[in-house]
């Protein structure tokens, strides 16, 4: 996939809005099937710290919990340069109003009180009129891996494809740290696409880091199921020249300014990912 990164710019504003509806889910028995996760314990004793002191120790908690594959992963696509990290608010406010932007998307969060509580302000903040869902947990159901059960149960119940196509949950600091294994979730409920991600503050620089992160395991998900047989075509139809993706987020016009440059090329503009639906992603592939 080709890509032209643009500016960083954006709100959430345009959201899409949801009302809130009350869904009667049926849990899958299987749920109690799932082995509970081993849990970092050590972890739970820096509830909160990620993003101002105990990175440290929350990585080395992560890794210790199985996390290391991801974070070296980060840590190799995100370098942090001479100014380590930039303050600034959560990074996984950069991936949660992505979600929060698409169309037939529910997001979850998975963290400490204080973090969700910021996290979500600020998406109201900037007009996120939909809700965003949580699953509190505490020292005991952290260490006992009932947080785990407690997120697929959460997972199983908003899973109706009549309201969703996609669920995403997200593993703040503290889950992370303990090993939250998200990737033990199933890939689809009901019709409904499962994505589990870890944006730790400790292991995430900034927002646009996060960005990516979804947009990432979105794509890998799109690219699967093209593999495995037809799929929607984007809404607006197919582009009659190739295309080129853009990725990140830009200005209205900004698509059309890159689209002018590209036409004596024999291309055109491709979506912008993260899209706002899903079916537009199949056209990044
Ligand atoms: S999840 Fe975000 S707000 Fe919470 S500790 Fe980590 S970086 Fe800070």
Redesign the pocket.
């Known amino acids: 996939m080709n890509a032209i990164l643009p500016r960083y710019s954006g709100t959430i504003g345009e959201s899409v809005a949801h009302d809130a509806v009350e869904v009667e889910i049926m849990v899958d028995d299987t749920a109690a099937a799932v082995a509970p996760p081993a849990i970092n314990a050590a972890a739970t004793k820096t509830d ?5 002191a105990g990175k440290t120790e929350l990585s080395a908690a992560a890794k210790a919990a199985g996390k290391s594959e991801i974070l070296d992963r980060y840590a190799a696509d995100y370098p942090k340069g001479p100014h380590d990290q930039p303050q600034s ?4 406010f950069g991936s949660l109003r992505v979600g929060l932007r698409m169309r037939r998307t529910a997001t979850i969060l998975s ?2 009180a ?2 969700v509580y ?2 979500t302000f600020t998406s109201h903040f900037y007009g996120a009129r939909r809700s965003v869902g949580y699953v509190p947990f505490n020292s005991e159901t952290l260490v006992t891996g009932k947080l785990f059960e407690d997120i697929r149960e959460a997972v199983f119940k908003l899973a109706d494809p009549a309201l969703y196509d996609t669920i995403i949950i997200t593993n ?3 889950p992370t740290a303990s090993g939250v294994p998200l990737d033990l979730l199933p890939d689809e409920i009901n019709g409904v696409r499962i994505i589990g991600i870890d ?4 292991g995430v620089p900034t927002h646009a880091e996060a960005k990516d992160v979804l947009a990432a395991a979105m794509l890998e998900y799109a690219r699967k199921e093209v593999e495995q047989g037809p799929v929607q075509a984007p809404r607006g139809g197919r582009s009659e020249r190739p295309t080129v993706a853009l990725v990140g987020e830009m200005f209205p016009a900004d698509p059309v300014g890159i689209g002018m440059m590209l036409e004596p090329l024999g291309l055109a503009a491709g979506p912008v990912v993260p899209t706002r639906e899903w079916r537009e992603l199949y056209a990044a592939l």
């Open positions: 909160g710290l990620g993003c101002h608010m959560c990074p996984a963290g400490s204080c973090c910021g996290l703040l600091c503290v944006v730790p503050g400790f």
